[in-house]
């Protein structure tokens, strides 16, 4: 327990009702992938064939409105809620990004779903994505158990 | 409630997508990314593994992430039942059948391999990773478009 109390944590010990408060951002990004349709499969499809824009508008737009977001929250030193240093935390460059990201771009076209809308056509009760997800676990198991062989 | 019976405009929903990135940096704490949960799946399902990535992962440090997923099914069963005239056909029809099951855990093997490999999926590099304008996260975000595009034009016999 000693040496996984020094682990890095994702950022400092929250406060009960932050809990709460990431359960209320779940519940509202589940009902937008719902109700934007990102979590139909026909949607993801027309997107990888270039039949539609629905998808690249949806992505471009959270880009859109993400950059001067984060441009603000660096240019002002904005804290948390709570008074912390926001945990900016971008995952650093290593060869897994271009091997792995080729590897789950076509995970991504086989079940229409990259992770996010899997638990989200789970609640729409698209049962058949319970096994998209038993399916990712399983591969995430399958990388913890390479990883040490795998270039980085 | 009659407005939000249809389907969202791409726009908007696409912005408030985007607004998930600060309001969980500045309300929880805590960076937008959805991948990592299936880490955290797995060391609660098996937390005695060899491989070190499970074994040395305290996921009751991230126990944030879980609940988020957790809200992600239930905000898309409420969207389901209280504001949706007509139920989207999320899945093919075929995604039923054993084969289709099938085609799925294999993608979805992919999807968690993948996402673990590269650090991040959609939301942890597209949307959090660019709007911090990573570098890897830009790489990441081809990687996975020439991926899709690979198998929707080149590995037909496994789409749907």
């Known amino acids: 327990m000693e040496i996984l109390e020094k682990l890095p944590t994702p950022g400092p010990k929250l406060r009960p009702w932050q809990y709460g408060a990431a359960f209320t951002f779940g519940v509202f990004f589940g009902a937008v992938l719902y109700k934007s349709e990102v979590i139909r499969w026909e949607r993801i499809h027309a997107m990888f064939r270039f039949e539609e824009l629905h998808m690249y508008i949806i992505i471009g737009m959270a880009i859109a409105v993400g950059i001067p977001s984060m441009w603000l929250i660096k240019r002002f030193e904005a804290r948390t809620v709570t008074g912390d240093e926001v945990p900016i935390k971008d995952p650093p460059f290593q060869r897994g990004v271009i091997y792995g990201g080729l590897i789950f771009g076509i995970g991504w076209a086989i079940t229409a779903a990259c992770p996010g809308p899997i638990y989200a056509q789970i609640g729409s009760g698209a049962f058949p994505a319970v096994a998209t997800l038993v399916g990712a676990v399983g591969g995430m198991f399958i990388y913890a158990a390479l990883r040490p062989r795998l270039p980085h | 409630m009659d407005a939000l019976q249809g389907s969202w405009s791409p ?150």
């Open chain 2, 11 to 160: 726009w908007i929903s696409g912005l408030l997508i985007g607004l998930m990135v600060p309001g969980l940096y500045l309300i929880v704490g805590r960076r937008f990314g959805i991948s990592s949960s299936l880490r955290h799946i797995g060391a609660i399902c098996a937390p005695n593994v060899k491989a070190e990535y499970i074994r040395m992962h305290n996921w009751r440090n991230h126990t944030w992430s879980l609940i988020f997923v957790g809200g992600v099914v239930i905000g898309s069963l409420v969207a389901t039942q209280l504001f949706t005239a007509d139920p989207l056909p999320v899945l093919p029809d075929e995604a039923s059948s054993i084969g289709g099951v099938l085609r799925l855990a294999f993608g979805g093997l992919l999807v968690g391999f993948g996402t673990r490999y590269a650090g991040g999926c959609t939301s942890g590099h597209t949307i959090s990773g660019i709007s911090n304008l990573n570098p890897a996260s830009m790489v990441a975000t081809a990687a996975f478009f020439a991926g899709g595009l690979i198998a929707t034009w080149g590995l037909t016999f496994l789409i749907f």
